[in-house]
């Protein structure tokens, strides 16, 4: 039976295909590299191999995850990075439903396990996720708010402008005529 593995900080596909290599180099036959998880093709893992691998992520920014709590707070950001960041056609989601489907606790019991692992809630993190995908959007400067708005989810550009002026302190307008490094890296929400 494979070994399942999960992955904290793995955000991109840059990140999937880091571990990839990590595991490779270390000959651990992945089967299977995903946002947060590295499936390898054996049945389990030796005390030095875990100590390699560990020793391995973590020069790259990565952790692997034990504890079954910690766990279930990394597939919730690979649901929320995944269905934000990775998006086809516009991010329009009931998240309660998102990642009930995908993670099979009440919606109450995550958001609450959540905040206390997290220090902020699920809400917040999925604001802070949504507002870095509107700077990307404005860095490229190839739509309007409007069509930003709509393609984030949100009912109208005013919406969008105040949220991101909480988080960012600037308006949207005042991040697009800045148009430097203001962005985040998705590892550091």
Request: hydrophobic share 35%; aromatic share 8%; with cysteine.
């Amino acid at each position: 039976m494979p070994v399942k593995l999960v992955i904290k900080n793995m955000v991109c596909p840059r990140c999937v295909e880091a571990v990839r290599n990590v595991a490779e180099t270390l000959n651990l036959k992945p089967l299977y590299v995903s946002l947060g998880e590295l499936v390898l093709d054996r049945e389990a893992l030796t005390e030095p191999e875990k100590e390699r691998l560990d020793k391995a992520l973590e020069e790259l920014g990565f952790k692997r995850i034990d504890e079954r709590r910690s766990r279930m707070i990394q597939k919730i950001k690979g649901v929320v990075i995944r269905n934000i960041h990775h998006a086809e056609g516009g991010v329009k989601h009931n998240w309660s439903d998102l990642v009930g489907k995908e993670i099979p606790y009440e919606y109450s019991y995550i958001s609450n396990l959540f905040s206390q692992v997290e220090g902020i809630t699920l809400e917040q993190f999925i604001i802070r996720q949504k507002i870095e995908k509107v700077k990307e959007l404005l860095f490229y400067d190839e739509m309007n708010l409007g069509e930003i708005a709509w393609q984030m989810g949100y009912s109208s550009p005013s919406y969008l402008n105040s949220q991101f002026k909480k988080v960012t302190g600037m308006t949207p307008g005042e991040f697009r005529k800045l148009h430097n490094n203001q962005r985040t890296s998705l590892d550091e929400l």
